[in-house]
């Protein structure tokens, strides 16, 4: 496929339409058990929670996540041509702002980006940095602009949010209908089946959603790498390296000698040989020049003052692996 303009604006409305239906099918759920449990009044708690969520997340999200994850600023100093790639790619992507890199010191192949288009950060752990060569980390970063150009973590943060409140109706619906059920049974009281299953199955229908918009924003960003880098075999290393790594520690744990199972209705993630396959399907236009030639890829990734961290990763008390 080749990197037009008339079949890029193809694309990209075809994924604008993938995921407004998704969200609209996920909005929809959380709006007809509010419907359900408390009628128009529900729907207008519903609306005016979601909105002044969606007001505050944002703001407070990128520096807690950081710290979450025990990260701090990754200097010019420490890495001064990851900052020159972050800022030629997020000229390419037309971003107002350059976004923040933070240093993860972890020993778990790891990149991740949050905030909005005009205020984001990435975040790549010791191991990424380490791991990747010049042209496989420019892909790598290439990926995570094209997630705050799209404003994914808005689009993401807003899924989660429908998912999150979905469920809390459901629960708070199925407690309520046990609380009842025996005045229903005493009373013959006729049972709505059609408001009970959608109580039951609305959380996974939404969850389900969830991970179909998940799929469909990294098959974007993985495109829209592509067309800032100019090279796609960069890209599809990263993510062939990214990929052994955590599923060699993965399976060594879990499934020793072999792959761990996954469901493709479960992935958050396309496949990997999916990906990769589409990326390299791709024609670059000759205008575009490969960024890591205006670069020294030789020492792209290259760190002063930053002993390489050898423990192992482990589970934190807040939920995350680093």
């Not at 009281?189 to 609305?202: E, G, H, Q």
């Not at 030639?293 to 002063?304: N, T």
Request: charged content about 20%.
């Amino acid at each position: 496929m080749a990197l037009d303009i008339d079949s890029w604006n193809q694309h990209a409305l075809t994924n604008r339409l993938q995921t407004l239906l998704l969200l609209s099918v996920m909005g929809g759920l959380m709006l007809l058990l509010g419907y359900l449990l408390w009628e128009l009044e529900g729907i207008m708690i519903l609306a005016i929670t979601g909105a002044l969520l969606l007001l505050i997340n944002p703001r407070f999200a990128p520096q807690l996540i950081m710290r979450l994850y025990g990260a701090y600023p990754l200097s010019a100093h420490h890495a001064p041509l990851i900052h020159a790639a972050v800022r030629e790619l997020s000229h390419r992507a037309e971003l107002k702002a350059i976004p923040s890199l933070y240093y993860i010191p972890s020993s778990m192949l790891n990149a991740f980006s949050v905030g909005r288009p005009s205020d984001a950060s990435i975040a790549l752990s010791d191991a990424l940095l380490r791991a990747l060569d010049a042209e496989e980390l420019i892909g790598v970063l290439a990926h995570e602009i094209s997630h705050i150009r799209n404003n994914d973590m808005g689009v993401m943060g807003l899924a989660d949010m429908f998912s999150r409140m979905t469920s809390l109706m459901s629960l708070f619906g199925q407690v309520l209908l046990l609380l009842n059920l025996p005045l229903i049974l005493l009373t013959e009281t006729n049972i709505n089946w059609f408001a009970i299953l959608l109580l039951i199955l609305s959380p996974h229908l939404c969850a389900l959603a969830q991970l179909g918009l998940s799929r469909t924003r990294e098959y974007d960003a993985d495109l829209n790498a592509v067309r800032l880098t100019g090279y796609p075999e960069g890209l599809a290393r990263a993510l062939v390296k990214i990929e052994r790594a955590q599923g060699g520690w993965l399976e060594r744990i879990f499934f020793p000698g072999r792959k761990v199972p996954e469901p493709s209705l479960l992935r958050t993630h396309p496949p990997t040989e999916e990906r990769v396959r589409r990326i390299m399907e791709l024609k670059i236009p000759e205008n575009i020049l490969p960024l890591h030639l205006l670069l020294d890829s030789e020492s792209l990734a290259k760190l002063l003052n930053l002993r390489q961290v050898m423990r192992r990763p482990r589970w934190h008390i807040n939920g995350l692996w680093h």
